[in-house]
């Protein structure tokens, strides 16, 4: 990252004292972790921090200490908002309403927008997470346990336990120095990726039942009628997506989600040669290569036709441009 840049947020932070720290929408793993990594790291050093989720802490991140703080809107004025973890503001939903634009915005996107007055975007870095341990050990900030399990649960989280292909050796001594810090890796490791609950594998189950193939491309569609004969809380598709990337001889795998505002969640992830965040652009939408998202206006099937057109039609340029299969 820009020298310049880093000790201008450094003299930001330290100069301020009431602070809002958000993140985005359907938070995953990484935005729970680094919300909490740098608020908590803030608060000990004595300062007024407010920690803001549109949608809330999800029911499988409330065990990290520190998640009973998060809250849904911001309270009060602020000397300093930063966004953490968000490619563009339309993620972070509507909880800027009545603020103005963030003045820092840390994330590792290669689609982010740079909306803010200073922006720290890394797109060589696994995650936030992994960010804002090189930011608070490069300028001294408290590492307490809290503020270790959460970034190295982070960390975990968006690397699928160290295994997306844009995993690096600096990504694994952050984890080491994590866990020398007082993260404790197996149990984080078995909360972000080994735990699930009764009601995200019945949402599983609803998912599966709907999964098509066509050639190297599969997807799998849930409802809000899926969701509330289950009863899943959430907005997200339960990581589905993952599991559908595991599916052998496949390039690409998609996930619809139908969502309570009228639109349609849509995730993509592909292997290594096709990069899916240009079809998420296209929508509106970013993310990295492997993992993209999006959100469209329409029912499920008329998204769902457009984008599997679209997304089949990639598959061939791409694979046809690289003299892939």
């Known amino acids: 990252m820009d020298e310049a840049l880093l000790q201008a947020a450094n003299q930001q932070i330290q100069s301020t004292q009431r602070v809002l720290i958000l993140s985005h929408i359907r938070p995953d793993g990484d935005a729970i972790g680094s919300l909490l990594g740098l608020g908590l790291s803030l608060q000990s050093m004595g300062k007024d921090v407010q920690m803001v989720l549109a949608d809330g802490v999800p029911a499988n991140f409330r065990s990290l200490s520190g998640s009973d703080q998060i809250r849904t809107r911001p309270d009060g004025m602020f000397d300093l908002i930063v966004a953490l973890d968000c490619s563009d503001l339309k993620r972070v939903g509507d909880v800027l309403n009545g603020y103005g634009p963030p003045h820092i915005n840390i994330d590792h996107h290669p689609t982010n927008l740079n909306y803010a007055r200073i922006n720290l975007v890394e797109a060589e870095a696994v995650a936030t997470a992994e960010m804002l341990m090189q930011f608070l050990t490069r300028f001294c900030f408290p590492?307490?346990?809290?503020?270790?399990?959460?970034?190295?649960?982070?960390?975990?989280?968006d690397t699928l336990g160290f295994r997306t292909y844009n995993m690096t050796p600096r990504a694994l001594r952050a984890a080491a120095d994590l866990m020398e810090a007082g993260g404790d890796l197996p149990d984080l490791y078995y909360r972000a990726l080994g735990r699930r609950s009764f009601e995200a594998v019945r949402y599983w189950g609803a998912g599966l039942s709907t999964l098509k193939r066509q050639g190297r491309l599969v997807w799998a569609?849930?409802?809000?009628?899926?969701?509330?004969?289950?009863?899943?809380?959430?907005?997200?598709?339960?990581?589905?997506?993952?599991?559908?990337?595991?599916?052998?001889?496949?390039?690409?795998?998609?996930?619809?989600?139908?969502?309570?505002?009228?639109?349609i969640k849509v995730s993509w992830r592909a292997q290594p040669g096709f990069d899916v965040s240009t079809i998420a652009l296209q929508f509106g939408g970013g993310g990295h290569a492997a993992a993209a998202g999006a959100e469209l206006e329409g029912n499920l099937e008329q998204v769902q036709a457009r984008v599997l057109e679209i997304t089949q039609s990639f598959i061939n340029m791409t694979s046809q441009g690289n003299n892939v299969r």
């Open 143 to 157: 590492i307490t346990k809290p503020v270790a399990d959460a970034l190295l649960f982070g960390l975990i989280a």
């Open 221 to 263: 569609c849930l409802t809000q009628a899926d969701r509330r004969a289950v009863g899943y809380p959430g907005r997200d598709d339960a990581d589905l997506i993952n599991v559908l990337s595991t599916i052998d001889n496949v390039d690409v795998a998609l996930a619809f989600v139908e969502q309570p505002n009228g639109k």
